[in-house]
């Protein structure tokens, strides 16, 4: 099979997606598409021996069963722009290959993000990694933004004085803080592009990062959209129970007691509300 272009992904290629305030997700590059994996999962040179449906069947079969080495054959190449403390959640994803400008040799940009109002939150009480859904008085959120300003302003003038006095720039840099913006290109296969997706765009992700999540869902949306039918019908709307929760699935419909204080059933519910 010769290389593969889509006409969808053809036209969204090298276009920026704004995310936040001033950061932004551009497709630079893809390999492969549905096709390619059709192609991988049956071995064959040939195209056309199969219709379009049991193409897609394939695809839904081989995901659905966690055959996935076929989609490794497909790989994407971003180039992102992004506040340093996402950067840090998101390197934690090891399974990719990527290049980020470097503050020793360029001077940074006054380039800051900035949340937007609605979206400055108190601590949640139970969740200690995230935000509660309490709302913030409109004179505390407006607190916030001024004190965020107010520090990016005074750090970016001294980490400018320092440049304009001659001080390298890989200490300059040194005490800008995590708002800043980064740039990178980041390359990754489709199998485990699919894992970051699942997981940074689960509703307990952090909001900021969340949003590069469904930006860049948007380009496997257009490179292998058979590919993200069947990610959203059996990962990102589907469930995965252990021999433990489909126990109680049985329980409850048999009509025994459960425990629904138990930490098992509540992990139950978060999968399956309507047991709730």
Known sequence: MAHITVNAAEEILDKEFKVLDKG????????????????????????????????????????MNEHTSPFEQVVFTFHCKLPIFVARQWIRHRTARLNEISGRYSVMKNEFYVPELDVISYQNKDNKQGRSHEEVPKELRKKVLDTINSINDFVYDKYESMIEDGIARELARIS?????????????????LLHFLKLRMDEHAQYEIREYAKAMAESVKKVCPFVWESFEEHTLHGAKLSRTEIGLIEDVFKGKSVNKESFEFRQLVKKLPFLG
Do not use: C, H
Request: charged residues 25%; glycine residues 6%; hydrophobic residues 40%.
């Open 24 to 63: 932004f997700i551009r497709l630079v590059d893809y390999y492969g598409s549905d096709a390619r994996i059709v192609q991988s999962a049956r071995v064959s040179y040939g195209t056309g021996t199969k219709s379009v449906r049991e193409d897609k069947m394939l695809i839904d079969y081989l995901w």
């Open 176 to 192: 800008l803080p995590l708002n800043l913006y980064t740039e990178w290109y980041w390359q990754i296969d489709l199998k485990n």
